[in-house]
């Protein structure tokens, strides 16, 4: 309580300096537009991501709206570092008199505040600016800085084009490395998912993503895009000289704490340049048991059931990204305890589990899911996990192993539960077969836990409310962003999910033909938490926001 009453006092004096600032030591607009503070028209005719609602945002704080343009006060500027400008999403402006005009993405965080009062000599004057704004001034300011010494260290033209012989001499020399490096670390630092490199006319943006969202780090200078690209080419074992196709890779990366992780790397030819995306694979954050997977008490004496027969099929559905795999392999975790053999076909394998005969797709070599599990039946296993059931020919095996004495656990693309009989059946699956064989389907999604450091009473659209069966009174949280976060209000992941046991009741809707919503509509008389009714009690939990379960509901 002391600390949230001693960031609120932060707040209200920096309002007070800003008042005292401005009638004092106002920052003039000079003919070049150098910087402006602005009513509301003034604020919407520069268009962009100038909105009523960040206006909004400047008043209720009482805070100016800065729009920054050909910005040039260096002296200001050198007042913090790169990396303290990126992360804390801020530019100084001007300082004069003891006081400093800092333009902030989001002047809600009193801990940003904080730390710039604390690090820089003169008082913070904070003023509200875009996020577009802050991105391309740290672009302009910082990144192009940096960018600019590296390649004199280089030797690099920015305004030439570098040969391909130079470029691949480029990848091996330190400052490259150094870049790409610090990339990853940061990444890994900051629990991205992903690292993505977009190259544009004039530059590459860099983005992380993290808990879902694409998060803009910085922008490199072009004539450097080559050499970065070319140095995750190595790094993944790639052809430095092919630009024209896609490629893909994959490596490991060693942090300086001696922890590794797993890289997946996609290049793609862009038109612009190579569009890259390295996924982050991070046992640490990426590898969960059953119980941290947010199972309740009945649902996990569920799954612990299906995981004791010795035959049948287990499926995981949901769209690309929603956690599928994570569950499966919390699964095999589990059952690796036991003293069985356990078999599985992936593409790619995303972790390497000890005790487990891991297999990977290779079509080049003719090795696919279904002439991997012909070939499984034959190498003696107890449980086969298959990464994707996409085709009728994998289907049709996997239902096979189930009835022959095998638990096979896999994924398929559906939305529900229940559209995994109805997706079988499509499969070409005979329904019969389908009814022996199939124990359980588990459809789930990831929902992004509201930050506990800044969450506020969440202001929710009434015909949201009447959709979800909300009533008007009942109160939901979400969070405004903070330091802890990242300043996007949500921070780490978890698992929603409905749980179909196939029951007798379920069996004997399995026929050719079968209606999706009445075997739902049973799956629910059988015990089953649909998944919206699932993100909503997290939303009234306080676990998420009630717009994230209205991002995940699923009917």
């Keep these: 309580m002391a600390h949230d009453i001693e960031q609120r006092l932060l707040v209200l004096r920096s309002m007070a300096a800003v008042r005292s600032y401005l009638d004092d030591y106002p920052i003039a607009p000079r003919e070049d537009a150098d ?30 709206a800065v729009r920054l343009r050909h910005y040039d006060e260096r002296g200001a500027a050198d007042a913090i570092t790169p990396e303290l400008a990126r992360r804390l999403r801020a530019i100084p402006m001007q300082n004069s008199k003891g006081l400093m005009a800092v333009a902030l993405e989001n002047c809600e965080h ?62 091996r020399e330190k400052p490259v490395v150094r870049i790409v490096t610090d990339l990853i670390a940061e990444a890994v630092a900051r629990r991205a998912s992903d690292i993505h490199i977009r190259p544009g006319e004039h530059g590459a943006d860099v983005l992380y993503r993290i808990d879902d969202e694409l998060v803009p780090v910085r922008r490199f200078m072009r004539a450097l895009l080559p050499a970065v690209v070319s140095r995750v080419k190595v790094l993944a074992a790639m052809n430095l000289a092919e630009h024209r196709k896609p490629q893909d890779g ?16 996609s290049v793609m030819p862009a038109v612009f340049g190579e569009s890259l995306v390295i996924r982050l694979l991070d046992t640490m954050e990426s590898l969960w048991s059953l119980d941290q997977l947010g199972l309740s008490p009945a649902d996990r004496v569920r799954l612990d059931d299906v995981m004791s027969h010795s035959h049948g099929m287990f499926l995981t559905t949901g769209p690309t990204g929603c956690g599928k795999s994570t569950t499966l ?39 696919t899911f279904a002439t991997a599990m012909r070939n499984f039946l034959r190498h003696d296993p107890d449980v086969i996990m298959v990464g994707e059931m996409r085709d009728r020919e994998t289907a049709a095996i996997g239902v096979e192993s189930a009835l022959t004495g095998h638990l096979v656990l896999s994924t398929l693309h559906t ?25 359980a389907v588990m459809a789930q999604r ?53 749980l179909m046991v196939v029951t007798p009741a379920i069996q004997r809707l399995i026929v050719a033909g079968a209606e999706a919503d009445l075997i739902h509509s049973t799956a629910i008389k059988e015990g089953m938490t649909p998944l919206t009714q699932a993100a909503v009690q997290l939303a009234r939990s306080g676990a998420i926001s009630l717009m994230e379960a209205w991002r995940l509901r699923a009917d």
């Design 35 to 64: 910087c402006s503070w602005l009513n509301l028209s003034d604020w919407l005719i520069e268009g962009d991501d100038c909105d009523e609602e960040r206006f909004a945002l400047a008043v209720r704080l009482g805070y100016p």
């Design 110 to 171: 009193p801990e940003t505040l904080q730390q710039l009062n604390f690090l820089m000599r003169d008082r913070v004057v904070p003023m509200i600016a875009t996020p577009r704004t802050i991105r391309e001034c740290i672009a302009h300011f910082y990144d192009h800085d940096q960018d600019l010494a590296v390649a004199q260290q280089l030797g690099l033209d920015p305004s030439s084009e570098t040969p391909q012989r130079e470029i691949e001499r480029l990848a």
């Design 250 to 265: 994959r490596t490991s990366f060693m942090l300086d704490d001696g922890r590794k992780v797993d890289l997946r790397i």
């Design 329 to 367: 392999y919390a699964m095999l975790l589990e059952l690796r305890k036991q003293r069985i053999n356990i078999l599985t076909i992936e593409d790619p394998v995303e972790f390497y589990i000890e005790d487990i005969q891991q297999m990977q797709v290779n079509r080049a070599a003719d090795f």
């Design 415 to 439: 939305n529900t539960a229940a559209a995994t009989i109805t997706r079988l059946l499509d499969l070409g699956v005979e329904a019969y077969l389908l009814r022996a064989s199939l124990l």
């Design 446 to 498: 990831l929902a992004r836990l509201t930050c506990v450091h800044c969450k506020e009473v969440e202001h929710v659209a009434p015909h949201i409310r009447e959709t979800l069966e909300v009533a008007p009174d009942e109160v939901f949280h979400v969070g405004r962003g903070c330091a802890h976060c990242e300043g996007l209000g949500v921070k780490k992941r978890r698992a929603v999910y409905e």
